[in-house]
């Protein structure tokens, strides 16, 4: 059986930045490092911790809008091989999803140049000029990539045995508990190399394409 669905996450993975948001504090020249332990220490969940980023930002820049975000976040490189990567898949007749816990603005952009199937990201509301409200809209919360990739599989009609994952982190291991083959690229943490069914810990993001279609170009090995 091939795989019919591959999910990728975003930050690490598809784009070569740590993380989307951490960008948006750097260009600030700020962080949110208290809010990242009161969320890892469950003192907080998704939607608090999204309402502290965007007080961060709205301090330096009070009618911060998402045409701002996207300017900010227009320098981040893609992946080197990631546009290999979704070619090769694309030619196999594979659909490609995004699944990230990052900014919708970038995982749009990123969805667009690489020609990517479905993405899903987190993002903001917004007033009528597109300024930020203050409020975040979770589409894939943090600790829940499973359940969000199993909704995607249901979507597409799509099983476990037909789904390969891509990802870099702890967070990103839900994802490979549903899915046939779990990559762990450039991974951040053990947590994910043990969790993984391939670890390619540098090089380019196409090496993934041997470990996701195997010899026969569509079956893993």
């Avoid at 960008?23 to 962080?31: A, I, M, T």
């Avoid at 911060?64 to 030619?91: C, K, N, T, W």
Wanted: aromatic content about 4%; hydrophobic content about 40%.
């Amino acid at each position: 059986m091939g795989l019919r669905l591959v999910a990728l996450d975003m930050d690490g993975t598809l784009v070569d930045i740590v993380s989307s948001w951490g960008s948006v504090h750097r260009h600030f020249g700020d962080s949110n490092d208290a809010a990242l332990a009161a969320f890892n220490e469950s003192r907080i969940g998704d939607q608090e911790f999204v309402r502290s980023d965007i007080r961060k930002w709205r301090g330096h820049e009070p009618g911060l809008s998402v045409f701002d975000l996207d300017r900010i976040l227009a320098p981040s490189p893609l992946m080197p091989g990631a546009r290999e990567l979704i070619q090769g898949l694309r030619a196999a007749g594979v659909r490609t999803a995004i699944v990230s816990a990052g900014i919708d603005v970038l995982a749009k952009r990123v969805g667009r140049e690489l020609g990517i199937d479905y993405v899903l990201a987190n993002g903001f509301r917004t007033d009528a000029a597109g300024r930020l409200t203050g409020e975040g809209i979770i589409r894939v919360p943090i600790r829940e990539k499973e359940a969000v990739l199993r909704g995607i599989q249901s979507q597409f009609g799509v099983s476990p045995e037909e789904t390969g994952a891509i990802g870099n982190s702890e967070i990103d291991i839900g994802m490979f508990r549903c899915s046939r083959v779990g990559i762990a690229f450039r991974p951040a943490d053990d947590a994910i190399r043990r969790a993984a069914t391939r670890v390619l810990e540098s090089g380019s993001l196409e090496l993934a394409l041997d470990a996701l279609l195997g010899p026969d170009g569509r079956k893993p090995p």
